[in-house]
């Protein structure tokens, strides 16, 4: 074993709190939705059980609507602003009231072909909990196919210039007087400012008020934006449920109709003025108008869209690592702030993967050589500066190691 898979192993361990794992001490003390899954996805390396521990404790949090919220909070830790006072999440377990990225159904699918002994019971055994969540996001969140974000932080992206303009429609009326935790944790450079935070807040004080009332907020919230992340990362694992289905002798029929609608709703995030997939608020129409990391999901989502390769090739090489979470050649750009610029791995692997099943296996390797450079340089950091690979924000970052072991190493 390396050097560099003993730490990302001791990094799994150390921040594992029995059950599930916290993204990083201190700056992220719960567990969060995605980070999770691509915890698992490291566990699975060397302890089988442990990853579909990991799975079971995110979705004992799904809420009777079929959600599953983008935070648990298990143990309350004053580490973190905003907590569950804040939130007031309905579900079985303290938790926000929004979902994020649903990529479980396709790491289900990849771990339980890794666990010839069990994976098909625990395919079965999660599938309920899985197709109740997709079909959550298509009552609530699918517009003509394309999927809907309420809030900056389902996508995970929290700061993207692409929220900029529906930002700016929006005035943080009636928030309470609050402190921010994340800059005692980090370099406040790093992270969003407080114009982003303040909307932040005033989106989950509206939905809070509404007791997360999705009937209500698609009435009235300003932030209702089509969004590529969570379009292709549901795309593709409504492929992944729909081949699970199959091999348990499930129907099928509801999850292909999802399927369909989902390869027309990308086309209409397709910005011609750019000639690239982008997010489109809703309430105003408008395209967010430049070109994020999370455009390059498009094939892990199954849609083969080659007009993207050129932006790919471009971005890789405008700097020393990519994929450069937002177009370097944009005026927004920032490659030290969050995700208005930095490189993130677990977008790297999700991408290569993506690549790699279209096809484009040089693309693919490229990514890849060029992440395991960054990280063995640079550590296991939650993001880095695409210019140097500096690493940014929280250090000892559980998905950059599950990304280490399970795919860049
Ligand atoms: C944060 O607190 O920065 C998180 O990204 C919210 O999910």
């Not at 990225?101 to 010839?116: C, E, H, K, N, S």
């Not at 997709?134 to 210039?161: K, L």
């Not at 944790?185 to 932040?200: A, G, S, W």
């Not at 999901?297 to 790919?312: E, F, P, Q, S, T």
Request: hydrophobic letters at 40%.
């Amino acid at each position: 074993m390396s050097d560099l898979d003993a730490q990302a192993r001791d990094i799994l361990r150390g921040n594992d709190k029995g059950g599930y794992t916290v993204p990083t001490h201190g700056l992220y003390p719960y567990q969060w939705n995605w980070d999770s899954v691509f915890a698992a996805w490291g566990f699975a390396v060397d302890d089988l059980p442990r990853a579909w521990a990991e799975i079971e404790t995110l979705l004992a949090g799904q809420w009777d609507n079929g959600m599953v919220p983008h935070i648990l909070f298990h143990q309350v830790d004053p580490s973190y602003f905003p907590g569950p006072d804040v939130w007031q999440g309905t579900g079985p377990v303290p938790s926000s009231g929004i979902s994020q990225p649903p990529i479980a159904a396709t790491f289900v699918r990849q771990i339980a072909a890794l666990d010839a002994a069990n994976g098909a019971a625990k395919m079965r055994a999660l599938f309920p909990a899985l197709l109740k969540w997709h079909r959550w996001f298509y009552q609530w969140r699918s517009e003509d196919g394309a999927i809907v974000v309420t809030h900056p932080w389902e996508t995970g992206r929290d700061n993207s210039p692409d929220w900029d303009p529906p930002f700016a429609a929006i005035d943080p009326v009636g928030i309470d007087t609050y402190q921010r935790r994340d800059t005692g944790h980090v370099n406040q450079d790093e992270r969003p400012r407080k114009y982003e935070y303040d909307r932040y807040l005033y989106l989950v004080k509206l939905g809070a008020d509404s007791g997360w009332d999705e009937r209500y907020l698609r009435q009235v919230t300003p932030f209702r934006v089509a969004d590529p992340t969570m379009s292709f990362t549901l795309l593709r694992a409504n492929r992944d449920l729909l081949a699970m289905a199959a091999e348990l002798g499930e129907p099928t029929d509801e999850i292909a109709t999802w399927i369909a609608a989902q390869e027309a709703g990308a086309q209409t995030l397709w910005n011609p003025d750019i000639a690239a997939y982008d997010t489109c608020d809703l309430r105003s129409g408008a395209f967010g108008g430049g070109v994020s990391s999370a455009a390059f999901l498009c094939w892990y989502a199954g849609i083969h869209d080659d007009r993207m390769l050129g932006h790919l090739e471009r971005i890789m090489s405008a700097e020393t690592y990519g994929i450069a979470s937002y177009d370097p050649d944009h005026a927004a750009y920032e490659p030290k702030r969050y995700w208005r610029g930095p490189v993130w791995a677990m977008m790297n692997m999700l991408i290569a993967m993506g690549l790699h099943e279209a096809g484009h296996t040089a693309h693919a390797d490229a990514i890849r050589a060029n992440t395991a450079r960054m990280i063995t340089e640079n550590g296991f950091a939650e993001y880095f500066d695409p210019r140097d690979g500096a690493p940014a924000g929280g250090r000892s970052f559980t998905w950059t190691a599950a990304v280490w072991l399970g795919w860049a190493s």
